[in-house]
Nanobody, 128 residues
Framework: QVQLVESGGGLVQAGGSLRLSCAASGRTISIYAMGWFRQAPGKEREFVAAVSWSGINTYYANSVKGRFTISRDNAKNTVYLQMNSLKPEDTAVYYC?????????????????????WGQGIQVTVSS
C-alpha cells in the first residue's frame, strides 16, 4: 500500500519560511515524477511545483516561482518543498503527489490526472 505523508506545515507570518516534507512508503518514488499541489478554501486544487524522477528538472506555478523550491532525496524516498517569502495568499492545504510514470512531457507535470497517489494534505497558514 502506497502512502505519502506530508509534514512541516503550520502557521507562519508573512515573509516567513516553511519546509514541507513528503515521505513515501510502499513505493520507491525514485522512478516517478513528484509534485506538490494546494487547495485554498473555496478554490480548486492547483499545481504548485513538480520535480522529475532524477531531480534535474523542476517546474513551478508562476505564483510561487522564485520563492518556492522543490527537491527530492531518492535515497530517503522523500520530496521537499522549501517555501520562502510566504504571503497570505499561500494559505492552503498542501498535497504531495506521486506520478504515474518516469518520463513526462513538460505539460504532464502540471496536470493533476498525471498523479495517482496523494498524501492526506497539510495545512499552511500565512498571517498578514
Amino acid at each position: 500500500q502506497v502512502q505519502l505523508v506530508e509534514s512541516g506545515g503550520g502557521l507562519v507570518q508573512a515573509g516567513g519560511s516553511l519546509r514541507l516534507s513528503c515521505a513515501a512508503s510502499g513505493r520507491t518514488i525514485s522512478i516517478y515524477a513528484m509534485g506538490w499541489f494546494r487547495q485554498a478554501p473555496g478554490k480548486e486544487r492547483e499545481f504548485v511545483a513538480a520535480v522529475s524522477w532524477s531531480g534535474i528538472n523542476t517546474y513551478y506555478a508562476n505564483s510561487v516561482k522564485g520563492r518556492f523550491t522543490i527537491s527530492r532525496d531518492n535515497a530517503k524516498n522523500t520530496v521537499y518543498l522549501q517555501m520562502n517569502s510566504l504571503k497570505p495568499e499561500d494559505t492552503a492545504v498542501y498535497y504531495c503527489a506521486s506520478g504515474t510514470r518516469r518520463y513526462y512531457s513538460g505539460t504532464d507535470y502540471y496536470t493533476e490526472s498525471m498523479y495517482n497517489y496523494w498524501g492526506q494534505g497539510i495545512q499552511v497558514t500565512v498571517s498578514s
